[in-house]
Nanobody
Framework: QFLLVESGGGLVQSGGSLRLSCTASGSTLDDYTVGWFRQVPGNEREGIACIVSGSDTTDYTDSVKGRFTISRDSAKNTVYLEMNNLKPEDTAVYYC?????????????????WGRGTEVTVSS
């Protein structure tokens, strides 16, 4: 069974940093495009970063460009999201998802496997 588990969330002050991890079991994460998404209660899930299978091309939504970095560690079957200069508006539950499509996309409907999320709270 293909499972994703997020970790690394927590409480951080504005301007601080966190590194989120998305670790897979049951399948090789390199075979998938992996995206990071976030969701605030009452809002839709928002794609913020992705890394494409086969090329490791990355893409980011405008609100996190220059602050967040997505990367892979194939040996650990893990994708990371390094988050710097965090802002209160980054507060959300963060999810990783896996898509079989080798393309840079952050469309939720194209991702078929999800973790349960990790909570990030940024205080002002």
């Amino acid at each position: 069974q293909f499972l994703l588990v997020e970790s690394g969330g927590g409480l951080v002050q504005s301007g601080g940093s966190l590194r989120l991890s998305c670790t897979a079991s049951g399948s090789t994460l390199d075979d998938y495009t992996v995206g990071w998404f976030r969701q605030v209660p009452g809002n839709e899930r928002e794609g913020i970063a992705c890394i494409v299978s086969g090329s490791d091309t990355t893409d980011y939504t405008d609100s996190v460009k220059g602050r967040f970095t997505i990367s892979r560690d194939s040996a650990k079957n893990t994708v990371y999201l390094e988050m710097n200069n965090l802002k209160p508006e980054d507060t959300a539950v963060y999810y990783c998802g896996a898509s079989p499509l080798p393309m840079a996309t952050m469309m939720v409907r194209l991702y078929h496997t999800w973790g349960r999320g990790t909570e990030v709270t940024v205080s002002s």
